[in-house]
């Protein structure tokens, strides 16, 4: 390695060098005249001292540092990392979308409002729901939105003493988590082993307080909740609602309607089904779709055809107002339209049917090494263990997940779902070739056996990465959260 393709890990104020720039402004728009004496600095800025190339250089070096889907396998269970076709970015880039102000009156924004009209339409056929709205900014925040409008029909009702949300122990953990922020009392219930629901176990804890069972379908260990009639029967019996954690309808798109199995309400994940990016790293989306009696209670306004074009409609006084400015992340919502618009009908089932065949073939081709938590068949995501030989070398899932690090791939997610015990939480998605599978069953394999021949060495990873093993105890006492 020659010393100027040396990776260079010093941070951009480190290479600073006095009295370097990389521009020197001779008319500095604002003189410091302009500037309220009171408001000036009293010190200079601590600011890095760089040529424009040492900077193009270091960020453009950063970047190459990140790990993302358009450089590798990226099989993070329950997140779904799938692939966003760059068609999408094209279509949420054209100037009517991109360049229409947000306070446009409904007759310049027609196109807008069609799209969003037309998205709702599919999206609730899919569903088999009678009405959505697509304000929420993410999955958690359309569980928020979900448990809000719950709210408003059971006050709706005079049923204000319903202030319990049943949620089982494999649910996905923004479900309590939102429970418990809404002000409602969360009421936890152990699944069955594979992360099923055992009926008469909920029904023990449903009764006149019961507002809402928040169920994870297909749950986080991947398994469809089979149940599910029952399930619904009786929490419609206790007069309480079913809300379906949609975030994994990738599993289910094309062949099952939540409808259908007597969901009342239920959220979906753009990122997750309809190839969008997660809103963590910037804008998202997510949907909240429910049956006719909860229409009324969601966010305004709502897009409706009125003659030959679409207008806004506010609805009767009963929503639950705004959770999120204008329509939500308008942008985020025209790459899921194109998303839907580039399959048919027949294809929405071959994504859940290759999401699902995916997930079971990495669980094959690895049974033999890591078992599976879950003796069936899973749905588009498996979660498998370290198998014995592994953990009686002293070896964790955590060693697992920095090998893959080394080879190439990013770790799964692990140590979730709670109820595994050194869960490897796998979802290749539905985008991803045999051929890649195959090389990540081979990296699995290959650990495998760096475990059993050398384990120091697996307990020693990465290695190959610009940040080397952390002590993780270290950073959970004593973090160091600033530079
Ligand atoms: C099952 C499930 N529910 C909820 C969420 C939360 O969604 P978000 O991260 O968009 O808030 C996720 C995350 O992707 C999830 O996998």
Redesign the pocket.
Known sequence: MTCANKLDNRLSIEKSAAGRRGLFCKNPLRSQAAIPAGLRRKTAPRLPELAEFDVVRHYTRLSQLNFSVDTHFYPLG??TMKYNPRFNEEAAGLEGFAALHPLAHDACAQGTLELIHDLSARLTGLCGMDAITLQPA????SEFTGLLTAKAYFWDRGEKERNEIVVPDSA?G?NPATASMMGFNTVNIASEPDGRLNVEELKKHLGPKTAVLML?IPN?VGIFESNIEAIAKAVHEAGALLYM?G??FNALIGMVKPGDLGVDLMHL?F??TFSTP???GGP?A?AIACRRHLAPFLPVPMVKKEGPGYVTDFGDGRSVGKVKAFFGNTGVLVKAYAYMLAHSAAEFGEIAECAILNANYVAAKLKDLYPSYSKEYCMHECVLTPGHDLTDKGLKTLDVAKGLLDRGFHAPTIYFPLIVHEAIMVEPTETESKETLDEFVAAMRDIHSQGLADPQALKDAPVTQPVKRLDEVQAARQPNLRW
């Not at 993410?138 to 925040?141: D, F, K, Q, V």
């Open positions: 329950s997140c993410a999955g958690a925040h996905h923004t994870t986080t954690d975030a994994n994940n990122h997750k997660h809103g963590g998202g997510g």
